[in-house]
């Protein structure tokens, strides 16, 4: 067995009296912070981390009054819990603020749909050659070369076809910005 050494002037029994007055009211402490708390998990952790501390203060120095030593670590533990927490709740609402704004309103999501709807409705109007070379091009993500070989097209025709799908569109962008 080993023994546990001291820097007390007193014997053994005296750090053993004081444990035993830890112990003691460890469930009177547990009683006082789940009436505070209003919470007894936390209660419970904060119980235990100020029995840890007064324990291992009990260790260094001599203890004249456990439960006051007791009582203040749980004291001194819940104010760090407050003030930890706090300081979570306002990042949390910090980053909910900023979230809000990132996020569009119902409003803007409506427009938004309109407006691809319109977009969808242009495309389909195209005449069919330049339909397909837009597509190709600006959705799919083929080259020049590749929609001149599929279609049988000379690259000014393709590039021709290209300018005149991006004007019509550009009609719809100027009138969406004046509507």
Not at 22 to 45: E, Q, T
Not at 157 to 179: K, P
Request: with cysteine.
């Amino acid at each position: 067995m080993t023994s546990i050494t001291t820097p007390w002037a007193g014997t053994a029994s005296t750090f053993q009296a004081v444990v035993d007055d830890l112990l003691a009211n460890y469930s009177d402490l547990r009683r006082y912070l789940c009436g505070r708390l209003r919470n007894p998990d936390d209660a419970a952790d904060i119980a235990q981390s100020s029995f840890a501390q007064a324990y291992a203060h009990a260790l260094n120095a001599p203890v004249l009054n456990a439960r006051a030593l007791l009582f203040q670590a749980a004291r001194n533990l819940c104010i760090d819990q407050y003030r930890r927490r706090s300081t979570e709740l306002a990042a949390l609402e910090d980053w909910l603020v900023r979230v809000d704004g990132l996020s569009p309103s119902v409003e803007d999501i409506m427009i938004a749909r309109e407006q691809l709807q319109q977009l969808i409705a242009m495309i389909e109007r195209m005449p069919r050659l330049r339909r397909e070379v837009f597509v190709r091009v600006r959705l799919y993500g083929q080259s020049h070369r590749e929609v001149c070989d599929a279609l049988g097209l000379s690259a000014k025709s393709v590039e021709l076809h290209i300018a005149r799908a991006v004007f019509d569109l550009s009609e719809l962008r100027m009138a969406s910005r004046h509507g």
